[in-house]
């Protein structure tokens, strides 16, 4: 399994080499590389980040301001040339400190330190998870019983979210991120703003779209590598 990890240095030389130290590391993919903590919150609010690899000193919000801000922060390596940041940034449940220059060994390991923690973390997740196989939703005036397993795809419609059944469709009063967030995440993907699609639902990728049971859902640019990659996995057989 890719991390899927974010770039935050105003610094471009500094963002060049963590980009190539990522390219030699099979299990990390950089979704994209930021100047600042600003750009940065476009793409977390967007889709899944599982790792930031965060600059301290940046203009208009520092990395560490900016990791306060974040309710809900991925996985965070801090990198900084100043040394003298450690003891706050583990205060914050950092995975790991870099000093700059940032050498590939000293890289590969914190990266593999993440990446042990972020499996971890998975697994306990889907344990819980696991225990239960349906939720309820409050739709058209009464509480409603759904199955992973029955859905096929969530369509957001700005507060809304229609849940498409095989038989129906249930409209309930929630952000399509909420329910990204309470939804098993194994069996559940994000692939473009407006829509969340049921993995095993999944009949074909064709261009830009998913195929599921009956329906087409498109596929946002931005996210068609990873997406493709996570419904795919190891199970591409090539010639």
Known sequence: M??????????????????????????????????????????????????????????????????KSLKNPPLVILTTAYSN??????????????VKPITFERFLKASQKASEYF?????????????????????????????????SYVEGLQNYAVIHLPDRKLITYITLTSLENQLPKDQFLKVHKSFLISVPHVKAIEGDEIILDNARVPISRNLKDQVVQQILGNSLYKR
Request: proline content about 2%; overall charge negative; charged content about 30%.
């Open 85 to 98: 940041y450690a003891l706050e940034g583990y205060t914050l449940d950092v995975i790991d400190y870099l």
């Open 119 to 151: 499996q971890l973390k998975t697994r306990a997740e889907h344990s819980v998870a696991s225990a239960v196989d349906y939720f309820f939703v409050r739709s058209d005036r009464k509480f409603e019983k759904v199955f992973f397993r029955e859905v």
């Open 2 to 67: 890719k991390l899927k990890c974010l770039i935050i240095d105003d610094e471009p030389f500094a963002r060049k080499g963590l980009e190539e130290h990522m390219q030699e590391i099979d299990f990390l993919h950089c979704v994209a590389s930021c100047e600042n903590a600003l750009k940065a919150s476009s793409y977390l609010n967007e889709q899944k980040i599982d790792l930031i690899y965060l600059d301290i000193h940046m203009p208009k919000i520092n990395g560490i301001d900016f990791l």
